[in-house]
T-cell receptor, first 117, second 112 residues
Framework: DTAVSQTPKYLVTQMGNDKSIKCEQN?????MYWYKQDSKKFLKIMFS???????INETVPNRFSPKSPDKAHLNLHINSLELGDSAVYFC??????FGGGATDTQYFGPGTRLTVL | DAKTTQPTSMDCAEGRAANLPCNHS???????VYWYRQIHSQGPQYIIH???NNETNEMASLIITEDRKSSTLILPHATLRDTAVYYC?????????????FGKGTRLHILP
């Protein structure tokens, strides 16, 4: 069974288009994330949602809009795609207990390779 | 910014133990050491984590120095499938705005 799944796996599109990437987790986790891995292989966090609430929003253009319809899903919508958006986008999830002190593990999806032409 | 320092790359013969070092000299008392790896074209995969005691699971062992300023991930019998980039990360964990900051990692090559 796939714990964290993403669709599509590959996405090729023209500059200026709007596209969405979907993510679903069946782990019962409360928190989901979006990461971007660029051509130099640096992996950087973009967003984090906890119980459908945005809790981390790194410096990301507002063309990127995450949407969490429920705890198990976190979709990423990108408007007006640019060449620099080409990258691999990873979704992840974790169980985040409040109160601090506890440890946690993030589980990653297989990634979506976005190519903007 | 990442709070850890790792060698850029390492080689290890298949069947031997792979020892991957990590320096985290500024680690604070409540920060855990985590290890993830990323096999080519796949998402990062959790390996192991620890606070101050040495840890072992089915994948690896984690040795943390007494002063906690460095640690070593040990893959006891490396196979070709262990070829990947290994990331050493320090984080508090369990906080509402918790996030993993990935550094450059160590590219481990397992040689046949």
């Amino acid at each position: 069974d796939t714990a964290v799944s993403q669709t599509p796996k590959y996405l090729v599109t023209q500059m200026g288009n709007d596209k969405s990437i979907k993510c679903e987790q069946n782990l019962g986790h409360d928190t989901m994330y979006w990461y971007k891995q660029d051509s130099k292989k640096f992996l950087k966090i973009m967003f984090s949602y906890n119980n459908k609430e945005l809790i981390i929003n790194e410096t990301v253009p507002n063309r990127f809009s995450p949407k969490s319809p429920d705890k198990a899903h976190l979709n990423l919508h990108i408007n007006s795609l640019e060449l620099g958006d080409s990258a691999v986008y990873f979704c992840a999830s974790s169980q985040v207990p409040f109160g601090g002190g506890a440890t946690d593990t993030q589980y990653f999806g297989p990634g979506t390779r976005l190519t903007v032409l | 910014d990442a709070k850890t320092t790792q060698p850029t790359s390492m080689d290890c013969a298949e069947g031997r133990a792979a020892n991957l070092p990590c320096n985290h000299s500024t680690i604070s008392g409540n920060e855990y050491v985590y290890w993830y790896r990323q096999i080519h074209s796949q998402g990062p995969q959790y390996i192991i984590h620890g606070l101050k005691n040495n840890e072992t699971n089915e994948m690896a062992s984690l040795i943390i120095t007494e002063d906690r300023k460095s640690s070593t991930l040990i893959l006891p019998h490396a196979t070709l499938r262990d070829t990947a980039v290994y990331y050493c990360i320090v984080r508090v964990g369990g906080l509402r705005d918790d996030k993993i900051i990935f550094g450059k990692g160590t590219r481990l090559h397992i040689l046949p």
